[in-house]
Nanobody, 122 residues
Framework: QVQLVESGGGSVQAGGSLKLSCVAS??????????MYWYRQGLGKEREFVSS??????TYTSSVKGRFTLSRDNGKNTLYLEMNNLKPDDPAMYYC???????????????WGQGTQVTVSS
C-alpha cells in the first residue's frame, strides 16, 4: 500500500510561483517501482494530466511546458512540481498519482493523494 500526501498549494497572483510536494510512503524505494504523475482538476472540469516521470523520462502537457518543472528526491521519496509564471488557466486541485508494479507482479496498482489547491488571481 502506498500513501501519497501533497502539499505546497496556495493562492498567488498571475505570474507567481508555487512548488508542490508529494511525499510517498508505504514502501522503500518507491520510485523504483512506480511511475509518478501530477494531475489537476479545475472546478467543473475533467481531471487532466500535467506531468509524469518514469522509465527515465519526464513528460509535460503542452500548456505547462517551459513553466512547470517536475523533479524528485529519491532519498526522501518526494516528488515535486515547481510551477512558475502561473496563469489564470492553472488554478485547480493538483493531485499526485503513483502507478506501481512491485516485484514480479504483472499488474499495476494506482494510488492517489488527496490533492492540494492552487489558486491564481489576476
Amino acid at each position: 500500500q502506498v500513501q501519497l500526501v501533497e502539499s505546497g498549494g496556495g493562492s498567488v497572483q498571475a505570474g507567481g510561483s508555487l512548488k508542490l510536494s508529494c511525499v510517498a510512503s508505504g514502501s522503500e524505494n518507491i520510485f523504483n517501482w512506480c511511475g509518478m504523475y501530477w494531475y489537476r482538476q479545475g472546478l467543473g472540469k475533467e481531471r487532466e494530466f500535467v506531468s509524469s516521470v518514469g522509465g527515465g523520462s519526464i513528460t509535460y502537457t503542452s500548456s505547462v511546458k517551459g513553466r512547470f518543472t517536475l523533479s524528485r528526491d529519491n532519498g526522501k521519496n518526494t516528488l515535486y512540481l515547481e510551477m512558475n509564471n502561473l496563469k489564470p488557466d492553472d488554478p485547480a486541485m493538483y493531485y499526485c498519482q503513483a502507478r506501481c508494479r512491485f516485484g514480479l507482479s504483472v499488474s499495476t496498482t494506482n494510488y492517489w493523494g488527496q490533492g492540494t489547491q492552487v489558486t491564481v488571481s489576476s
